[in-house]
């Protein structure tokens, strides 16, 4: 009974945080483009190394996921014999991902408009957004998707899944934000340097220059 409610609660983190990205891709101006060529364009301003990262750690991720969704015992090799709390914790983790993904594209969508498009990154944005959890931290969405797989990977009680999943934010995380944060730096000069010493990465600055 304990797994059947991990599995669901899972799926419901899941799918609520991906709904947040689908909901407001849709307000996007650009979503009035073909698929094919919103797919084009993120391929052309992504990093090409993230691409292929994405490629190698998110086929085995889906495929591992749904292995331990619908048939469970072939994924016994790598499951963790995590205690109840632990994964009650991962439930915790996932509802505050899901709530600070929300928090940080209504924001972002309030701000920018339909010029938002969570889908279509490292594009130059009009105006530096310093509000809602902006005020504190500069990438609280990929936060929100480290605490989201940390969550994956204490809910599913499996470190293959988990291991992917966090991989996958890792290269993102590692190889995107100071790509963003370069052409941010480019676009807005100043401003954004002072907003750099204001704030931090991931969690909030107390005290201190970075």
């Known amino acids: 009974m ?11 983190i899941f799918f609520s945080f991906a709904y947040v990205m689908t909901h407001y891709s849709k307000k ?3 979503h009035a483009k073909e698929q094919s060529e919103r797919i084009r364009q993120h391929n052309k301003n992504e990093v090409p190394l993230l691409l292929k990262l994405r490629t190698v750690f998110g086929i085995p991720f889906y495929t591992g996921m749904l292995i331990w969704t619908f048939a469970p015992q072939y994924m016994e090799w790598s499951a963790l014999p995590l205690p109840l709390w632990v994964r009650w914790a991962g439930l915790g983790l996932g509802l505050l991902a899901v709530f600070l ?4 594209h209504k924001t972002l969508s309030q701000k920018l408009g339909t010029d938002f498009d969570p889908a279509l990154r490292l594009l130059k944005v009009p105006a530096l957004v310093t509000e809602g959890p902006y005020a504190k931290i500069r990438h609280p969405i ?8 940390i969550s994956v990977l204490l809910l599913t009680a499996n470190w293959f899944i988990g291991f992917c999943g966090i991989a996958i ?3 993102v995380i590692a190889i995107r934000v100071p790509e963003e944060e370069k052409i941010l730096i480019e676009q807005f000069g100043d401003e954004y340097r002072t907003y750099r010493k204001q704030t931090g990465n991931f969690f909030p600055k107390f005290g201190g220059n970075e």
């Open 169 to 171: 934010i890792t290269a």
């Open 28 to 30: 996007a101006k650009s």
């Open 142 to 149: 990929y936060l929100a998707f480290l605490l989201m797989q």
């Open 101 to 104: 993904n929300a928090w940080s």
């Open 2 to 12: 304990n797994e059947l409610f991990f599995k669901i609660a899972f799926f419901g």
